[in-house]
């Protein structure tokens, strides 16, 4: 028996002896694969990027964010280039606004010298006080810069005064710095929607839950698609949704078989495109020609095409939905000190250049652009990993929109959209200009600064949901 029971044992220590042998080998396996698997997802991002880059290059189509097929634009316009100019504003007859003008047709307001919360600048012993505050104007530049985005560019105005609370520009290539700017156009993308669904809304009959018939995706440029009726197609999206998730067969369609060119001219202009905006700055106009051509309309309904906008007015538009239907004139003087300390210019009164939209029309709009921020293609610039909106008490909508151009080359991420809440209102627009690498966009641009605004200025402090870096 004895013997026995040592065969036994022996076994039992040569079984214990190949368990170890098993499991390390087990664990060297695992280790191999966990490599394996971390070197090709790493050289698949690798392939993906240098895809992306070599398309752009090669100026072909390309998906931007994933949002839509894009091509490029051709522009041959120049950018805005700043220069040095020897001249006086102020002539010896006394203060000249129109030579004002003239001064900044050649030179850029200069914000880095501040004095009782506003920016000020020393021209020729006079001093001027802009309305910029620099809560909002240091936010977005701080952004910028820490992102190091290629190209961004950040207007803000106060609703219902049209006083421009920001006009933040940056460029990664400090040589190229004259090719972004508040005041220059560019293409618009899905901000167009903002003045489709106007036009719909206000003379059309549309409403949030009307239906919208359609066949593919919602996003692509199939012309068989979009040459469809409006009650035509296997899918449906409402008005609403269609605007929050930025479908552009959908608002196709609604250009081309409802709107019409005469009516989507007649919107654009009543927003002041094609037409000059009274400004003390070198404000460039805002380009919509609408094609007869009916797919060619509908692109353009949709965003795609024909359409330039500055971000300046892209932020004056936002500010129409939230300040019930008035399009205000645009001031950055608050006033204009003389060399012996009088007052010789105070900005006075708020002009109103037109009324777009009625009341009614601005209040659906409003509710639309909201949607689009908390269920829309809008939200993930607004909630954090956790689900949790970054902004507790403050209202936002808006309006996304994604297109590439040429000047300067690169994707245009675009956010136009308001906030509302602690007794404030501001209407914002947020340009990114990527090229292609994801970074941050227009949007992330609008949360940060809108941040900064509701929650920064006078030092006010919040117990706020854990806010999440975007970069990508």
């Known amino acids: 028996m004895e013997r026995i029971k040592d065969w036994k044992s022996y076994q039992k220590i040569l079984n214990r002896q190949k368990r170890k042998k098993n499991n390390f080998a087990s664990l060297i396996k695992l280790i191999g694969f966990l490599i394996f698997v971390i070197l090709s997802v790493y050289g698949a991002v690798r392939i993906f990027y240098f895809g992306k880059s070599y398309l752009l290059i090669r100026n072909k189509q390309f998906r931007g964010t994933g949002i839509r097929p894009i091509n490029f634009i051709k522009d041959k316009a120049g950018g805005l280039k700043s220069a040095t100019l020897d001249f006086n504003p102020f002539l010896d007859a006394g203060f000249s606004v129109k030579a004002l003008k003239a001064y900044f047709r050649h030179n850029s307001p200069v914000f880095n010298k501040i004095k009782n919360g506003r920016y000020i600048q020393k021209i020729a012993g006079y001093t001027i006080v802009y309305t910029i505050k620099p809560v909002i104007q240091k936010e977005a530049e701080k952004t910028f810069k820490e992102y190091a985005v290629p190209f961004g560019v950040m207007a803000a105005v106060n609703p219902d005064t049209g006083a421009v609370l920001g006009l933040a ?8 710095k004259g090719e972004i700017s508040g005041l220059i156009s560019y293409p618009s993308g899905s901000l167009v929607k903002i003045i489709t669904a106007s036009a719909a809304i206000e003379s059309k009959g549309f409403y949030p839950g009307f239906n919208i018939c359609y066949n593919g995706g919602l996003y692509g440029t199939n012309e068989a698609d979009w040459k469809q009726n409006i009650s035509t197609g296997l899918n449906r999206i409402s008005f609403s949704l269609a605007f929050a998730k930025s479908c552009d067969v959908a608002f196709g369609k609604v250009a081309g078989f409802y709107v019409g060119r005469r009516l989507l001219t007649k919107y654009f202009n009543k927003f002041y495109f094609n037409k000059n905006i009274p400004f003390i700055l070198n404000l460039q106009e805002s380009r919509a020609d609408v094609p007869n051509q009916f797919y ?18 892209a932020a004056l538009i936002s500010a129409v939905i939230i300040n019930g239907g008035k399009l205000i004139e645009p001031y950055i003087i608050e006033k204009i000190i003389g060399p012996d300390g009088k007052i010789i210019y105070v900005h006075k009164g708020i002009k109103e250049l037109d009324n777009p939209v009625t009341v009614k029309t601005a209040l659906i709009l409003k509710r639309m652009m909201i949607k689009t921020v908390t269920s829309g293609i809008g939200r993930p610039d607004f909630y954090n990993a956790y689900n949790q909106y970054v902004l507790p008490g403050v209202t936002v909508g808006g309006k996304t929109g994604t297109i590439s151009g040429n000047n300067p080359e690169g994707l245009y991420q675009w956010f136009a959209g308001f906030g509302e809440g602690n007794g404030k209102k501001i209407a914002i627009s947020a340009l990114v200009i990527e090229n292609p690498v994801w970074r941050i966009t227009g949007g992330g641009v609008a949360e940060k600064t809108l941040f900064a605004y509701f929650f920064k200025h006078n030092n006010l402090k919040i117990a706020s949901p854990a806010r999440k870096l975007k970069a990508g």
């Open 296 to 313: 060619q309309l509908e692109l353009t309904g949709a965003g795609f095409e024909n359409v330039k906008i500055t971000p300046l007015q």
């Open 169 to 176: 520009s940056y460029s990664h290539n400090k040589e190229r």
